[in-house]
């Protein structure tokens, strides 16, 4: 794990790696799309709304994954030191945020037309609340130091609390099935899928998309952070030197 | 099933979720290859002034 934990060398794979993410995501999320509104029939039941899944669902698997990899990477701070773990950290946060407040608004959108409220106080709905909370509090934690902002690094406290808030993913996750609300329960499990291959397969592709997109998103993000530390350091010698002449 | 909407009414969700999915993403997408772009210009800038 600690090759990587050169930034020269994390540039060089990141750098390509960036627009081909952006490119082939960008690409896979219009392909899905379109299917997903043009090719899919409605749902028997649900009708047209239906297809506000390719978009929910990506979203919330993005705004749990994107804090799952949040925690491992505070947990790789707090154990290892690796030096890009507190730059990946921070630059998950803000896409995480995107994805999760984008899961709560596709699904109060989703549930107007479908249960005739915008909001339920239900489990998986809070606790997905709570995660926006979390991701807000992280991003809070880490701006308002400036040490941490400056050096791309991450506080004690702020691993700490990456690891502690990664207790609400499984309590997401079970949510639908520990308490009963207007919510659905899970429909995709690792046993397979309740919903039918032709309403199923758009939603590969998007999820795929999205995917590649959080990951474009969190590269350009890590880059911006590498190259600010590097003005600030070269400044700060550039400081020095003035000084010690 | 007060409240329930069905028919061609239910489109109107439908872009809304697509359409604010698309906003906020791009939003951040743009803002983010801004800010990398920049950062990157400014390290290789200062890089080049010292030789």
Known sequence: ?245 | MTGVISGGGQWAYVAAAYGLTALLTGAVLWHSWRAMVKAERRSETLRGNRG
């Open chain 1, 1 to 245: 794990m600690h090759a990587y934990a050169n930034p020269t060398r994390f540039l060089n794979i990141a750098r390509p790696l960036t627009p081909w993410l952006l490119g082939l995501g960008l690409l896979l999320l219009a392909g899905g799309a379109w299917a997903g509104l043009t090719l899919v029939p409605g749902d028997y039941k649900q009708g047209e709304t239906a297809r506000i899944l390719y978009v929910h669902v990506p979203a919330a698997w993005l705004g749990m994954g994107g804090w799952t990899s949040l925690a491992v990477a505070g947990l790789a701070q707090l154990v290892w030191r690796h030096p890009l773990a507190g730059v990946a950290a921070r630059a998950i946060a803000v896409p995480g945020m995107l994805f999760t407040a984008l899961c709560l608004a596709t699904g109060s959108i989703w549930g107007k037309p479908t249960w005739g409220t915008w909001w339920e106080w239900d489990g998986r709905m809070t606790s997905m609340l709570v995660l926006l909370f979390l991701y807000a509090g992280f991003i809070a934690l880490t701006n308002g130091d400036d040490a941490q902002r400056q050096g791309g690094s991450l506080s004690r406290g702020a691993a700490v609390y990456a690891l502690v808030g990664a207790i609400n993913i499984p309590i997401i996750n079970r949510s639908v099935v520990w308490w009963n609300s207007l919510h659905q329960g899970p429909s995709i499990t690792l046993r397979g899928s309740s919903i039918d291959t032709t309403l199923l397969w758009p939603l590969g592709l998007t999820l795929l998309g999205f995917s590649m997109l959080f990951g474009a998103i969190v590269l350009m993000r890590m880059r911006r952070i590498i190259a600010d530390n590097r003005v600030t350091a070269r400044l700060r010698r550039l400081a020095d030197e003035e000084g010690s002449e």
